[in-house]
């Protein structure tokens, strides 16, 4: 980006800059407590699944949740530290992937020891390929261990590749119409944008947290046209995935109702009182919680209703929620009545029957099959999903255990998306070729263009990845990868 321009242009992006922020501090105030944290909120579920009780999951750091806290570190042999808010929760972390490991091994089919093709299996469905040092890392351990090293490679981490453009100051939107020369430049955002993500797929140590974050990614779409092209509230969205992808299905719908890049994809920022905007409504209840047929025509106004005035402040895409475009008249909700703000909302649809079977049922078809509908199993697995207040962790780790992830039945019943397909193949040879600086333009070739999704409803998988058209260039781009 050039950094002079006339002093014409120089006025109106700063007018632009201060009627922004005039407007953030003036108008907008933040859509949530100045005092919640949604890590508070992750330590509390944990030392509730531990059984320390600390209160509500409320993300306020209170007395009880210290109390809980500093018991789990003592009965742990953990060092406290001086201040108990600067907590780590990758200690609570690793003490229930632990706990989980143990209860597995009370299962008898989870002490048989991984084969190669077992272990092969098992870093197949949970990330990219599986290069032979990864396979004979987890031969002749025990089933029950081999998931309990999944699951502890889902610790957040911080990213290997971070694409260029987040490290500019001021990004090309708020200039794009008084110069002409970074029209081109978003583009040139989502290029490295695409790039970073797919080395990060191809380098990463722990697959599994880019194969979960892909998932979410396809589950809460927003696409760059969809978002006026702002890369950076696609790469903000990546990292609330991949942050929150892994702890509580509940606190992850939360977070994403104050993204910015699905505010503006689902219009949300035009969402008020007088004229009420139903598309997030809608996609909330259909495509990310509940499932079609859920719900009436009336819900969906309804939950519009408790999502008015929730928005984004266009300097720093913190969100905000404007007071004065909120509609606080009762609502009519599943049956209760009440005035129902977004959170309030979340809590309401996740007491239906529907939401655990829902999501359930997608990671069925992440982890175990697509071919072979869902047995008795799904259902147990939902009920623990639901008894655990939706923990993500729980559900990943049933999922893992079922004796329908290791039946031969259930093996080679997914279809490869052109992301594992294409990246699993180098990840599994470990060879780099000449054009793998090209990889996403091939995933894009092949029906799959990350950040660019057909339509709100994502890539809808399965059979559509081998149409006539997808099969020919899957074969050739195998054949040029062999032939490398």
């Known amino acids: 980006m050039k950094y002079f321009y006339p002093v014409r242009l120089n006025l109106r992006i700063f007018s632009v800059f201060w009627l922004n922020l005039l ?68 200690k609570i972390f690793d003490v229930r992937v632990n706990k989980i490991r143990k209860e597995l091994a ?56 971070k694409p260029d453009f987040v490290n500019k100051n001021i990004p090309p939107y708020f200039i794009r119409h008084a110069i002409d020369e970074v029209e081109n430049e978003a583009e040139q955002h989502l290029y490295q944008l695409r790039n970073s993500w797919v080395n990060e ?6 697959p599994q947290v880019e194969k979960l974050t892909l998932f979410w990614h396809n589950h809460f779409v927003s696409s760059f046209e969809g978002v006026d092209e702002k890369t950076h509230l696609l790469y903000l969205q990546q990292n609330t995935l991949r942050e929150y992808g892994f702890s509580n299905f509940k606190l992850l719908v939360q977070r994403m109702l104050l993204d910015p890049g699905l505010l503006l994809y689902l219009s949300n920022n035009t969402n008020v009182k007088e004229n009420p905007n139903e598309n997030l409504a809608r996609e909330l209840l259909e495509l990310f919680t509940l499932g079609e047929g859920t719900y009436s025509e009336n819900t969906v106004k309804e939950a519009a209703r408790s999502l008015t005035g929730h928005s984004f402040n266009k300097i720093n895409f913190s969100p905000y929620f404007e007071k004065d475009d909120h509609d606080f008249g009762i609502k009519n909700i599943f049956s209760q009545k009440k005035n ?57 780790s049933e999922l893992l255990a079922s004796k329908a992830f290791w039946e031969e039945s259930n093996r080679g019943t997914i279809i490869k998306s052109p992301v594992d397909l294409l990246v699993g193949m180098v990840r599994t040879t470990g060879h ?29 998988g399965a059979g559509s990845w081998i149409s006539s058209t997808n099969l020919i260039g899957r074969q050739l781009e195998i054949n040029s990868f062999l032939a490398s």
């Not at 077992?118 to 025990?142: I, Y």
């Not at 780099?432 to 809808?460: C, D, M, Y």
């Open 340 to 396: 129902f703000d977004a959170f309030e909302l979340v809590d309401v649809i996740f007491e239906q029957p529907s939401a655990a079977t829902f999501l359930t049922s997608k990671f069925w078809k992440l982890y175990i099959s697509e071919l072979n509908p869902p047995n008795a199993e799904l259902s147990s697995i939902a009920n623990k999903f639901q008894e655990s207040d939706f923990d993500l962790l729980v559900l990943i």
């Open 201 to 206: 797929m191809l380098a990463t140590p722990t």
């Open 23 to 90: 407007f953030y501090f003036c108008i907008g105030v933040p859509s949530f407590a100045d005092n919640y944290d949604p890590k508070v909120e992750i330590l509390q579920r944990n030392l509730t699944i531990l059984e320390y009780p600390s209160g509500p999951a409320d993300g306020l750091w209170g007395k009880t949740t210290a109390k809980a806290y500093s018991s789990f570190l003592n009965d742990h042999d953990l060092s406290v530290p001086k201040n108990l808010k600067s907590f780590s929760l990758d």
């Open 106 to 161: 009370k299962i008898s089919h989870l002490n048989e020891k991984l084969n190669v093709r077992d272990a092969s299996h098992l870093l197949r469905r949970t990330g990219f390929g599986a290069h032979p040092f990864e396979v004979s890392a987890l031969v002749k351990m025990t089933r029950a261990d081999g998931i309990a090293i999944i699951l502890d490679g889902l610790k957040t981490k911080a990213r290997l590749n």
């Open 432 to 460: 780099i070729t000449k054009a793998s600086h090209l990889l996403s333009e091939r995933l894009a070739s092949l029906g799959q263009n990350l950040f660019e999704h057909p339509n709100v409803a994502g890539w809808p």
